[in-house]
């Protein structure tokens, strides 16, 4: 699940989100708005929820970052 399904799931609560590019808040109004309408920038939004938790009236989630796809081998032919 990506961070912006999460938040999807969740609108209009706050969401803490870490990830190794740092720490970020979404407030309760921009959850909502997320909620309902697809972002410009994605950024960390289409990142991996690896765990999630609910305390202090605020879900925090951990975050990784996609995996990045790998170019098919390279096969050399014998002549």
Do not use: N, Y
């Not at 970020?24 to 960390?44: C, F, N, W, Y």
């Amino acid at each position: 699940m990506t961070v912006l399904e999460f938040i999807r799931q969740h609108p209009a609560q706050a969401v803490d989100v870490i990830s190794s590019e740092g720490c970020g808040h979404v407030t309760p109004k921009r959850s909502l708005a997320l909620a309902r309408d697809q972002p410009e920038e994605m950024e960390i939004l289409d990142w991996t929820v690896c765990h999630s938790s609910f305390s202090g009236g605020a879900w925090h989630v951990l975050a990784a970052a996609p995996a990045l796809e790998q170019e098919p081998e390279l096969k050399l032919a014998m002549a």
